[in-house]
């Protein structure tokens, strides 16, 4: 079967050292040591599938996460990117961001969502990452607004997107299962009318960087 493409996709955004790429079969084995080093800093904040940490983040399990990102990227349901970072004169995988759930007609929103290695956090890897993936998806995606949905408790997450301007619209009560449990959710929103004026939301996050420096 052939698919059309789907607007936006595929695409690779740079911004300095951070590059957003779609993901390749070739990135299993540093996907799956990224996710299973950084088990105690991911696993609370994810949805789990059956399985355990070590099994579920396998080599072998990337390939049939690959397999539901091209699938989603190709009917337009999402735009999975592979978060990388160039230093030294070499690219490695960090992280992951994700615009998915994507509805279009009246609605024309998605869901961001995303994760990144702990060894990276705190560099500005990831708002820079979002700001990329949100400008790209208001611009060549065509759409018109993007949620995301914290848990109250996860402070690093809730940082990234209040720095990026979200805003906040909604508490979720028992929102998803995670972590044994049914979580509340901080619901957080932005529309692209509110970033145009800006020039965009990474350069609203450029300036924002700059005057915390």
């Given at each position: 079967m052939r698919f059309r493409r789907a607007p936006g996709w595929p695409a690779v955004l740079v911004d300095g050292p951070v590059v957003l790429r779609p993901y390749r079969r070739s990135d299993a084995t540093a996907w799956s040591e990224i996710r299973r080093a950084n088990r105690e800093w991911l696993a609370p904040w994810e949805s789990h599938v059956p399985g355990g940490w070590y099994e579920t983040?396998?080599?072998a399990a990337?390939?049939?996460?690959?397999?539901?990102?091209r699938k989603s990227a190709r009917t337009g349901e999402g735009m999975p990117f592979a978060v990388c970072?160039?230093?030294?004169?070499?690219?490695r995988l960090v992280g992951h961001v994700n615009i998915g759930s994507i509805v279009r007609?009246?609605?024309?929103?998605?869901?961001?969502?995303?994760?990144?290695?702990s060894r990276v956090a705190?560099?500005?890897?990831?708002?820079?990452?979002?700001a990329?993936?949100?400008?790209?998806?208001?611009?060549?995606g065509g759409l018109h607004r993007i949620e995301v949905n914290i848990r109250p408790e996860n402070m690093p997450s809730r940082r990234v997107?209040?720095?990026?301007?979200?805003?906040?619209?909604?508490?979720?009560?028992r929102y998803m299962h995670i972590d044994g449990a049914?979580?509340?959710?901080i619901g957080y929103a932005m529309t692209g009318e509110e970033v145009v004026a800006e020039g965009g939301l990474l350069a609203r996050w450029h300036r924002v960087r700059d005057n915390r420096r």
């Open positions: 983040n396998s080599p990337f390939r049939l996460v690959h397999a539901d990102q970072l160039r230093e030294n004169g070499q690219e007609r009246a609605f024309c929103s998605g869901y961001v969502g995303y994760w990144v290695d705190g560099r500005g890897v990831i708002p820079t990452a979002v990329l993936a949100v400008d790209h998806a208001f611009g060549p997107v209040e720095k990026l301007g979200f805003r906040e619209e909604a508490y979720h009560v049914w979580r509340d959710h």
